[in-house]
C-alpha cells in the first residue's frame, strides 16, 4: 500500500506555519499590553519599567485611594442603570422594528442608530451644550448627580442593543407565534412563552454590550461629567496625567476582571439548550 | 350536518383576490383536501380557518357558530404548520402540552394528556429531547400530537409532507389516514401534491387563481373533471380539439383532426369548439390496426421508462403529442415497439370526456 505523505489538508489553514504565526502575532498585539498591565500591578517599584519584586500594595494603595474608589462606584451604578434601561429601551426599539409597519419605518430605523455613527467626540459636545441649554440641574445629592451621564449613556447605547436584538428577531419563525395563538395562547402569554425565550441571547448580548460600552466611556463622559461626578476612566485620565503608577494598574485589573466575570457570567446564561426552558 | 361552512368566501389583499367566492361545505368526520398550485390561494383558505387571516366578505361557520372575525386562540380548530413550528427552547413533552398550560389546564392533567398524545404518535420514548434532536417526520409527529391532544373540532394541515422524503410521505400518508380514523375529527389538509390528496382525501377541493373549480371525490376528479384546467391538473390528460356537429342519443358527435367524426357519450350540453380528454393509461398502444374504438396512427417520438409503468409520446400526422402510459407487466416489455416505430393508438369512446375550450 502506498502510504500518502502527510501534508496539510486544503482547509486544515490552523495547520500551516504562516497561519499560525499570524495567529500568534495577532494574538501578541492584542493581549501584551493587558498582560503586562496587569504584571506591572504587583511591580515593587513607583515606576512601570523595571521589575523590582512581587508585592500587592498597590492594591492596598488603590483601596484606600477615595477618590478613586468614588470615581469607580460611580462608574458601576451609571453602568449597572444604563444596562437595564437601554436593554428594555433597546428591545423595546427592537420589537417595533420588527413587529411592525408604519410609516416613515426606514427613515426611524436610520436616525434610531445614528448615535452608532456619529463621532463620540460630537456626541459629548452636544451632550454638553444640551445639558447646559436646559439648565440641567448639578451639585444633586448622590446618585442623583450621576443622572446627566447617565442619560447621556443610554442615548448612545441603546442603539446597540436594538441592533443585536432586531439581529437575533429576523431569524424568527413566524409560524412560531401563529402556532402559539392557534394552541389557545392569548398574544401575552405568546410573548412571555415563546418570542421572550427567542429574544433572550439578544437581550443577554445587548445588555452585555450596554454595560461594557457605558463602563469604559470617556469621550461622551468627560463632557458631561463635572467635578464631583468623576467616573473610573476620568479618573484614571486625571491620574495619568501626573505619572503611571502601579495604583492605575491595579485599579484597571481589577476593571479587566470585573468585566471578564460580568462576561462569563451572562455567556453561561445564554449557553444553548440553557436558554428559555421553562 | 357541516361542520365547516364557507359561504361567499372573498379575500382580498392590496391589489390581489387570494380566495374568489369560494363556498365549501366540510362534513363531520370528513378528510377533505385543498388542491392547488402555489398561489391559488388555498393557503390563505386554511388561514381564514385558522384565524390568521379575516375574509374581506363572507362568513366561516365552524360547527354552526361564525367565527368570521373570532381571534385564533379562540377557535375549535388547531393547524399543523408546513414548517411544524416547533417550539425550539421547550422539550418535545413540554410542547405537546403547551396548548392545554397556557389554557388553565392542570399541570398532572396536563402531562398525562401529552404523554397519551405523544404514545398515539409513537413518541412517548422522546417525550425529553429537544427538538434539535429530532429528525423531520419526528417533528412533523409533534406537531400532530400538539394540536391533536386539544381536541379540535378540525385540524388544519398545511402542506404537511413538503419537507419529507419520498418514502416517509408515504409511510405518513397511511398514518394520517390511520390517525383520522382512529380520533375521528375532520381533517382538512392543503397541498399541491395531488398523489397525496387522491390517497388520503375523501373529498378534494381544486382550486385555481382563487376559485374553487370542483369539490368531488377523488375518483369523480379523476374520472370526471368538469373543466380542461382540472383534467389537466389532477394527472395527465391528452387533450384533443374538435367542432361539435351533432348531437346523438346519449352523446354528442366530435369532428376531431386526424380522427375523423367520433361519436363519445356525454350527458351534459356541448357545442361549438370542444376538447376531447382521455387519460394515458386508457390508450392502447399496437403495431397491428385495431378492430374497434377511437384510432389515431402516429410514430413513437419518446420513451420513458419507470420500472413499473413506461410513459410513451406518440406523434401523430398533425396536432401535438399524445401520451400513453404502459404497464410493463411482463419482464420483457422492448417488444412492444421502440423510438421510431409507427403504431396505432386505440381506445374506448366511453373513455373519452367531453370539455368545453
Redesign the interface.
Known amino acids: 500500500m502506498r502510504v500518502l505523505r502527510r501534508w496539510v489538508d486544503p482547509l486544515d489553514y490552523a495547520g500551516r506555519i504562516w497561519m499560525r504565526a499570524f495567529f500568534g502575532v495577532v494574538f501578541i498585539l492584542l493581549y501584551a499590553p493587558v498582560v503586562l498591565m496587569m504584571a506591572f500591578s504587583f511591580n515593587d517599584s513607583k515606576r512601570n519599567i523595571v521589575w523590582r519584586g512581587f508585592t500587592t500594595k498597590y492594591y492596598e494603595k488603590a483601596w484606600n485611594n477615595d477618590g478613586l474608589i468614588e470615581a469607580f462606584i460611580n462608574s458601576l451604578t451609571i453602568a449597572a442603570i444604563n444596562t437595564i434601561v437601554a436593554t428594555i429601551l433597546g428591545a423595546m426599539v427592537a420589537l417595533l422594528l420588527w413587529r411592525f409597519r408604519f410609516p416613515f419605518k426606514s427613515a426611524y430605523e436610520g436616525f434610531m442608530a445614528l448615535p452608532i455613527v456619529i463621532p463620540e467626540i460630537c456626541m459629548g459636545v452636544a451632550m454638553l451644550a444640551f445639558f447646559s441649554r436646559i439648565g440641567w440641574p448639578t451639585g444633586l445629592p448622590w446618585p442623583l448627580n450621576l443622572s446627566a451621564i447617565t442619560i447621556a449613556h443610554i442615548a448612545f447605547s441603546f442603539p446597540f442593543v436594538a441592533i443585536v436584538v432586531r439581529a437575533r428577531m429576523a431569524g424568527f419563525?413566524r409560524?412560531?407565534e401563529?402556532?402559539?395563538?392557534?394552541?389557545?395562547?392569548?398574544e401575552w402569554?405568546t410573548f412571555r412563552?415563546?418570542i421572550f425565550?427567542?429574544m433572550r441571547p439578544g437581550l443577554v448580548g445587548g445588555a452585555l454590550l450596554a454595560f461594557t460600552l457605558s463602563l469604559d466611556d470617556f469621550v461622551i463622559t468627560f463632557f458631561t461629567s463635572g467635578p464631583e461626578t468623576v467616573t473610573f476612566p476620568v479618573k484614571v485620565y486625571s491620574m495619568v496625567r501626573f505619572s503611571v503608577t502601579p495604583e492605575v494598574n491595579a485599579a484597571s485589573t481589577v476593571l479587566v476582571v470585573i468585566t471578564l466575570i460580568v462576561a462569563a457570567l451572562m455567556l453561561r446564561v445564554q449557553r444553548p439548550?440553557q436558554?428559555?426552558?421553562? | 350536518m357541516s361542520i365547516i361552512s364557507i359561504r361567499n368566501v372573498t379575500k382580498t389583499f392590496v391589489g390581489i383576490t387570494a380566495v374568489d367566492n369560494a363556498n365549501i361545505e366540510i362534513a363531520a368526520n370528513e378528510f377533505f383536501a385543498v388542491l392547488g398550485p402555489s398561489g391559488c390561494g388555498k393557503t390563505t383558505l386554511l388561514r381564514m380557518l385558522?384565524?390568521?387571516e379575516t375574509p374581506t366578505t363572507g362568513e366561516i361557520l365552524i360547527d354552526g357558530v361564525d367565527v368570521s372575525t373570532t381571534?385564533?386562540?379562540k377557535r375549535p380548530?388547531?393547524?399543523v404548520?408546513?414548517?411544524y413550528?416547533v417550539?425550539?427552547?421547550?422539550?418535545v413533552l413540554?410542547n405537546v402540552g403547551?396548548?392545554l398550560k397556557?389554557?388553565g389546564v392542570p399541570a398532572t392533567e396536563t402531562r398525562q394528556r401529552a404523554e397519551e398524545a405523544l404514545e398515539m404518535v409513537q413518541l412517548a420514548h422522546l417525550a425529553e429531547r429537544?427538538p434539535d434532536q429530532l429528525s423531520g417526520g419526528q417533528r412533523q409527529r409533534v406537531?400532530l400530537a400538539?394540536?391533536l391532544v386539544?381536541r379540535p373540532k378540525v385540524l388544519l394541515l398545511d402542506e404537511p409532507m413538503s419537507a419529507l422524503d419520498a418514502k416517509l410521505r408515504e409511510q405518513m400518508q397511511l398514518e394520517l389516514t390511520r390517525l383520522q380514523e382512529e380520533v375521528g375529527i375532520t381533517f382538512v389538509i392543503v397541498t399541491h401534491d395531488q398523489d397525496e390528496a387522491l390517497s388520503m382525501a375523501d373529498r378534494i377541493a381544486v382550486m385555481q387563481s382563487g376559485r374553487v373549480e370542483q369539490i368531488a371525490t377523488p375518483e369523480a376528479l379523476y374520472e370526471s373533471p368538469d373543466s380542461r384546467f382540472v383534467a389537466d391538473f389532477i394527472g395527465k390528460v391528452n387533450l384533443l380539439d374538435g367542432q361539435v356537429t351533432g348531437a346523438a342519443d346519449q352523446g354528442v358527435t366530435v369532428d376531431v383532426t386526424h380522427l375523423g367524426k367520433v361519436t363519445v357519450p356525454h350527458s351534459g350540453h356541448a357545442q361549438g369548439q370542444v376538447s376531447l380528454a382521455v387519460r394515458p393509461e386508457k390508450i392502447r398502444m399496437t403495431v397491428a390496426r385495431p378492430d374497434s374504438g377511437l384510432l389515431v396512427q402516429g410514430r413513437i417520438v419518446d420513451w420513458a421508462y419507470y420500472g413499473d409503468t413506461s410513459h410513451i409520446r406518440v406523434q401523430p400526422a398533425s396536432g401535438p403529442p399524445m401520451s400513453v402510459t404502459v404497464q410493463n407487466d411482463t419482464r420483457s416489455t422492448i417488444e412492444n415497439g421502440d423510438v421510431g416505430d409507427q403504431v396505432w393508438l386505440s381506445w374506448r369512446a366511453e373513455d373519452t370526456l367531453v370539455l368545453d375550450r
Open positions: 419563525n409560524e412560531l401563529e402556532a402559539s395563538r392557534d394552541l389557545g395562547a392569548s402569554q412563552h415563546v425565550p427567542y439548550g436558554g428559555g426552558s421553562p | 385558522a384565524g390568521f381571534a385564533p386562540n380548530v388547531n393547524m404548520f408546513q414548517s413550528a417550539f425550539p427552547h421547550m422539550s413540554a403547551y396548548g397556557v389554557t429537544k406537531a400538539r394540536a386539544k
